[in-house]
């Protein structure tokens, strides 16, 4: 049974620039969740897609967007990326009929901006 | 409203002691408590969760105390061995509210275990 999966590990790039973040959910999950996790400190709540729709939104502004595909899995869009972008950008699936909350973590994303 | 505070920052125990993390949170719609693991270069993984209808919980080694009219929750890690070093969150959400889905973590523990 597949785990959540992300692409790529670590990915560099510099300020100004675009990037996207791939995950795909673990296997039977609907919901993806998308985190940013600084060095040193906890994950903070990016945004949360069921549907293809964005149902929940963290405090982070419009450069940050995403989308979920049919197949559940999703993208993650930084837009005019800022030195302090640089972060673990974790995926984390769950099963809305669960409605326990239950979130299962990907490995992440290291992003790092020059 | 919504932060959850995790303590201490950093805790050094012996291989077989006991190994207490403490969390406290104010948002009384928070339902919902589990505890992630993490190791360096990974992704946090779910250890235990709690729910504040029950005071404790218990898988193997690990156990989760929740004081709700206080508003803070534990973890305790029984017989701690090396293999337990490791960053600790601990989070909280409104699984049955309008939160539903935003965990809401702790700054982090790192857990050392001497052997």
């Known amino acids: 049974d597949a785990g959540v999966t992300q692409s790529p590990t670590h990915l560099i790039k510099t300020r100004g620039q675009q990037v996207t973040l791939r995950c795909s959910p673990k296997s039977g999950h609907d919901t993806v969740s998308w985190y940013q996790q600084a060095l040193g400190q906890g994950p903070q709540f990016i945004f949360q897609?069921?549907?293809?729709?964005?149902?929940q939104r963290g405090n982070f502004p419009d450069r940050f967007s995403g989308h979920q595909f049919p197949n559940y899995s999703s993208e993650l869009n930084v837009n005019a990326l800022l030195l302090g972008d640089s972060a673990l950008y974790l995926c984390?699936?769950?099963?809305?009929?669960?409605?326990?909350?239950?979130?299962?973590f990907g490995p992440g994303t290291r992003l790092t901006v020059l | 409203q919504q932060q959850v505070k995790q303590s201490p920052q950093s805790l050094i125990v012996q291989k077989g002691g006991i190994s207490i993390i403490n969390c406290a949170y104010e948002?009384?719609?928070?339902?919902?408590f589990p505890w992630y693991q993490q190791f360096p270069g990974k992704g946090p993984a779910l250890l235990i969760a709690?729910?504040?209808?029950?005071s404790e919980k218990k898988e193997g080694r690990f156990t989760i105390s929740f004081n709700k009219s206080a508003k803070q929750f534990s973890l305790h890690i029984m017989d701690s061995q090396p293999g337990d070093s490791a960053t600790y969150f601990c989070a909280a959400s409104s699984a049955g509210g309008t939160s539903y889905g935003k965990l809401t973590f702790g700054q982090g523990t790192i857990l050392t275990v001497h052997p």
């Open positions: 948002n009384t719609a928070f339902d919902y």
């Open positions: 709690i729910r504040p209808d029950v």
């Open positions: 984390a699936s769950s099963l809305d009929r669960d409605f326990t909350d239950t979130q299962y």
């Open positions: 897609y069921y549907e293809e729709e964005e149902r």
